[in-house]
């Protein structure tokens, strides 16, 4: 088992460059957040990452396995199949289930759901050595029914989330995977930055939309963290934008993509 | 904020209705039917298998919430989901029960986090059926993946596109209401929403020939305009009186009654029951906004808990049972000048996958006809911005004569 994680994981290194501040990104161990609020792309740009891996090599793909966990019943698969059928040369019905059989799909109800489940998948991680993508649509999910049941106390509201981000980060580095998690844009950023719990230290968090409120634990394990938005200056024709930061090294880069029938399009 | 005392009242009224049915949907055996990828999570709006410690009693309510304190039953989930109890699986006898909560493990994510070797020590209890109970737990309450593949094959079987009877709005649509996902239709008071909802239950029930549940909040919904619209579609009365029978309307005033109208279809659907009523299709909530407005506002996040858990209710029930799901909503405007939003705020915003505004047409103004224009706001597979004109009239909706081609981008 020890060799199969080792070994056995592929590099992600070409993903999708446009996507991150430095080169040879992502590397396994890392832990990337999108965040924006609704119609920006985030989804979409998911699609786009999911048919980069399930393409196989000779169609220009990474040819590696994904699992999707969804947590508010956004995945389209119909949409993915639209992407994949543009994408490929031969757009059979054998060619297009040949992919989607890298791909696995979870759906939770709730933080503890999420979190049982993260458990059960354990086994999958280590009998699967091509399954090197995490991904997780949404993160946020759950963030108010969890915080009506926590009741007064802000420890048992985030407990399960704290617990959830704790394992995500065990199963990360264990296993070696890349981990994707989008998170919404719930609330407006505060211009007194005195009141949020989590006052904004990085140059790029005060200048985009963000307000952290999620827990502490899941923050601090974030490598790289990626702001959508839409675009509103009329010079650029694109319509979306993605800040991407490495947080580590406080690198910020900004760039333009759009969305067609085939996809992500940068 | 104020605790609105009707509701209050009528809480307390619904306590009864609450309670029992409740305890008995816990008590029913029902079989669930299960798919990949899903999960008949219990205690979701149920109030399955909570513990009665866990739940506090009903304390009497306090001026600054709008909700009173057991808000948790309604939310259904406890917040130490599934307390170990003995015969919750194979293997967990009452014996092991009480070791392991002598040594600090009650619930299900106690037992399935913690180092089964360390516990084996210190409650000497055995590995192997420590192990053993941990697999069963996981495999019963934890979700299961479902490949890609086999759910591609599910869902070409199960999707369907239901047209809306008005071919310019099904050009917004791509070709229709898609099973499976929600679609919001927005505007101010008076852009039509009622109307074009009508519409579309009349075309689906008689062109379709599928059934239908119309929850109606607002009061708006009328039964004379319904058969009017029915009447220009379709000569023969038999016809009329069929599809009117495929149609069913419940009045639902607050998010108990439309909570519990939902919990009535999923049970319904749930039994699979061959019944007159027969297979529905379509879901129409006119409107979600009435009855979520009086729960927002204030510091208070049970109302946002609340209204998230009927988005997932319905985005649950659109999935299982490959319904369309359709909510009508008001719309806000940033500042005056901004442009038209939806309202509930911006968690709600996430929610639905497709989102139409509708508009009163500017030149409309004076001469009140019945001519509107519907936007796309969002979409999972066109691109956004598309207008196309709809007549509300009294006909069915329908396109106006001569064609008007729709705007791109």
Redesign the interface.
């Known amino acids: 088992k020890l060799l199969a994680r080792l070994e056995g994981r592929s590099s992600l290194k070409n993903l999708e460059p446009y996507l991150f501040a430095e080169e040879g990104s992502p590397v396994h161990g890392d832990v990337i957040e999108f965040h924006g609020?609704?119609?920006t792309g985030k989804?979409e740009m998911l699609y786009h990452l999911i048919a980069r891996c399930?393409i196989p090599k000779s169609g220009g793909g990474l040819e590696v396995e994904v699992?999707f966990i969804d947590t508010?019943?956004?995945f389209?698969?119909?949409?993915l199949?639209?992407i994949l059928e543009s994408r490929l040369a031969q757009r059979t019905e054998e060619m297009?289930?040949?992919?989607?059989?890298?791909?696995?799909?979870?759906?939770?109800?709730?933080s503890?759901?999420l979190?049982?489940?993260l458990?059960?998948?354990e086994n999958?991680f280590c009998t699967h050595p091509s399954l090197c993508l995490l991904i997780l649509d949404s993160l946020s999910?759950f963030y108010?029914?969890d915080?009506?049941?926590?009741?007064e106390s802000l420890n048992?509201q985030e407990m399960n989330l704290k617990?959830c981000a704790n394992?995500l980060e065990k199963l990360v580095r264990e296993h070696h995977l890349v981990l994707f998690a989008t998170t919404?844009?719930?609330?407006?950023k505060s211009t007194n930055s005195a009141e949020s719990f989590f006052p904004l230290k990085l140059q790029h968090e005060t200048d985009t939309d963000y307000r952290p409120y999620l827990c502490k634990s899941w923050q601090q394990m974030v490598t790289h963290r990626i702001f959508f938005s839409k675009q509103c200056s009329p010079g650029n024709s694109k319509g979306f934008t993605v800040i991407s930061c490495h947080l580590k090294r406080n690198h910020v880069v900004k760039r333009s993509f759009n969305?067609a029938e085939c996809g992500v399009q940068f | 904020m104020g605790m609105p005392c009707p509701l209050c009242r009528g809480w307390l009224r619904d306590l009864g209705l609450f309670g029992p049915r409740r305890r008995a949907s816990a008590r029913r055996d029902r079989p669930s039917r299960r798919r990949p990828g899903t999960t008949s999570q219990p205690g979701q709006l149920r109030g399955q298998a909570r513990s009665s410690a866990t739940s506090p009693l009903p304390s009497p309510p306090q001026v600054s919430s709008p909700l009173p304190a057991p808000w948790g039953s309604v939310l259904g989930v406890a917040r130490d989901m599934v307390v170990l109890r003995a015969g919750l699986c194979p293997g967990l006898s009452e014996e092991m029960i009480q070791l392991l909560r002598a040594n600090g493990i009650r619930t299900v994510v106690d037992f399935v986090s913690s180092d089964l070797e360390d516990v084996a020590q210190k409650c000497s209890l055995s590995y192997k059926a420590l192990v053993a109970v941990r697999r069963v737990l996981l495999a019963q309450f934890s979700a299961f993946p479902a490949n890609g593949a086999d759910l591609y094959e599910e869902l070409k079987s199960s999707t369907a596109i239901l047209p809306t009877g008005s071919p310019s709005l099904d050009q917004l649509l791509d070709s229709g209401l898609y099973t499976g996902e929600m679609t919001e239709l927005m505007g101010a008071p008076g852009s039509g929403k009622t109307q074009v909802c009508m519409g579309i239950v009349a075309s689906v029930s008689l062109g379709l020939k599928q059934h239908v549940l119309f929850l109606d909040s607002t009061g708006g919904f009328t039964a004379s305009r319904l058969y009017q619209m029915l009447r220009a579609q379709a000569q023969a009365e038999e016809e009329q009186l069929e599809a009117l029978q495929r149609i069913q309307v419940v009045r639902v005033f607050n998010i108990y009654e439309m909570l519990s109208a939902l919990q009535e279809l999923r049970d319904r659907l749930s039994q699979q029951v061959v019944s007159s009523t027969g297979p529905l299709k379509m879901v129409v909530i006119d409107s979600v906004s009435a009855v979520i407005y009086p729960l927002l506002g204030g510091k208070q996040s049970e109302g946002l808990a609340i209204m998230m858990q009927l988005a997932r209710e319905l985005k649950t029930l659109a999935r299982e049972f490959s319904l369309a799901v359709v909510v009508t909503n008001q719309v806000t405007r940033d500042s005056s000048t901004g442009a038209l939003k939806p309202a509930l705020g911006r968690s709600w915003s996430f929610v639905p996958s497709t989102r139409v505004l509708l508009e009163i047409k500017e030149a409309a103004w004076e001469k009140a006809t019945m001519q509107r224009v519907a936007s796309l706001a969002k979409s999972p597979r066109q691109p956004t911005g598309i207008q196309v004109e709809l007549d509300i009239g009294y006909g069915d909706v329908q396109k106006p004569n001569p064609a008007t081609p729709p705007q791109g981008l």
């Open positions: 609020p609704e119609g989804t399930i699992m508010d019943y956004h389209d698969m119909l949409r199949v639209t297009i289930k040949q992919c989607l059989g890298r791909l696995f799909l979870v759906n939770c109800n709730s503890t759901q979190l049982l489940t458990y059960s998948l999958m999910a108010w029914i915080r009506s049941n926590g009741g048992l617990k394992f919404q844009t719930l609330m407006q969305v």
